[in-house]
């Protein structure tokens, strides 16, 4: 009859060769996918650790930025950056004598530059502040337009002209016996400013 188990001498380290298979397989089917779960808890016990801190640490500088936000408000409706006026159809007037401010006291003739038209303009509501524009067509001379739109674009309230467009006109009228020739410049472009009160 054939022998089944090995020798006396080579049963004792087969036998210690099988406890380490068991073990190993022991090891990595029931104990490692526990210690790599409790690996995974630590990492994101430490993250919201971490994140707890960091919200912590936001929530104690609460009083100060409320503060510092309350402070930007009051500036804002102290401000002499935004239109004085509470809203656009009011405001539009401000502008309109504004506009008319500069060319009195910037143009050399305000005479020789007259605003021919205006319309408002309804402002887009995506912007945070409510924009207030109108649309100027005036007549001018170059010199002294360049000083009305300059003393518009750096003046108090914050005013900006955009969208400019220049037409060359030479007109001819009689001074006495004289036929004067006038080059006068026909500009269109936005006006426009902002409400102190924001949408946002």
Same mark, same amino acid.
Request: glycine content about 4%; proline content about 4%; aromatic content about 8%.
């Given at each position: =009859?054939?022998?089944?188990?090995?020798?006396? *001498?080579?049963? #004792?380290?087969?036998?210690?060769?099988?406890?380490?298979?068991?073990?190993?397989?022991?090891?990595?089917?029931?104990?490692?996918?526990?210690?790599?779960?409790?690996? +995974?808890?630590?990492?994101?016990?430490?993250? =919201?650790? &971490? &994140?707890?801190?960091?919200?912590?640490?936001?929530?104690?500088?609460?009083? +100060?930025? *409320?503060?510092?936000? %309350?402070?930007?408000?009051?500036?804002?409706?102290?401000?002499?950056?935004?239109?004085?006026?509470?809203? %656009?159809?009011?405001? &539009? &007037? +401000?502008?309109?004598?504004?506009?008319?401010?500069?060319?009195?006291?910037?143009?050399?003739?305000?005479?020789?530059?007259?605003?021919?038209?205006?319309?408002?303009?309804?402002?887009?509501?995506?912007?945070?502040?409510?924009?207030?524009?109108? #649309?100027?067509? =005036?007549?001018? *001379?170059?010199?002294?337009?360049?000083?009305?739109?300059?003393?518009?674009?750096?003046?108090?309230?914050?005013?900006?002209?955009?969208?400019?467009?220049?037409?060359?006109?030479?007109?001819?009228?009689?001074?006495?016996?004289?036929?004067?020739? +006038? #080059? =006068?410049?026909?500009?269109?472009?936005?006006?426009?400013?902002?409400?102190?009160?924001?949408?946002?």
């Amino acid at each position: =009859m054939a022998q089944l188990l090995p020798d006396k *001498e080579r049963q #004792k380290p087969l036998a210690y060769l099988l406890l380490v298979v068991v073990l190993i397989v022991f090891y990595y089917v029931l104990i490692q996918p526990h210690v790599l779960r409790h690996m +995974e808890l630590n990492d994101a016990i430490g993250q =919201m650790r &971490s &994140s707890e801190a960091r919200y912590r640490a936001a929530i104690a500088q609460r009083p +100060e930025l *409320e503060q510092r936000i %309350a402070q930007v408000r009051q500036g804002q409706r102290n401000s002499d950056l935004f239109l004085e006026q509470q809203n %656009a159809n009011l405001a &539009s &007037s +401000e502008l309109t004598t504004r506009l008319k401010e500069v060319i009195n006291t910037s143009a050399d003739n305000p005479d020789n530059c007259q605003v021919l038209s205006q319309q408002n303009v309804r402002a887009p509501d995506e912007e945070q502040f409510e924009r207030v524009t109108i #649309k100027v067509r =005036m007549r001018c *001379e170059v010199a002294d337009l360049s000083r009305v739109l300059y003393q518009l674009e750096n003046g108090r309230p914050y005013l900006f002209v955009d969208n400019v467009t220049l037409y060359r006109q030479v007109t001819r009228r009689r001074q006495g016996r004289e036929l004067v020739e +006038e #080059k =006068m410049l026909d500009v269109r472009f936005d006006l426009f400013g902002y409400l102190r009160g924001g949408q946002a």
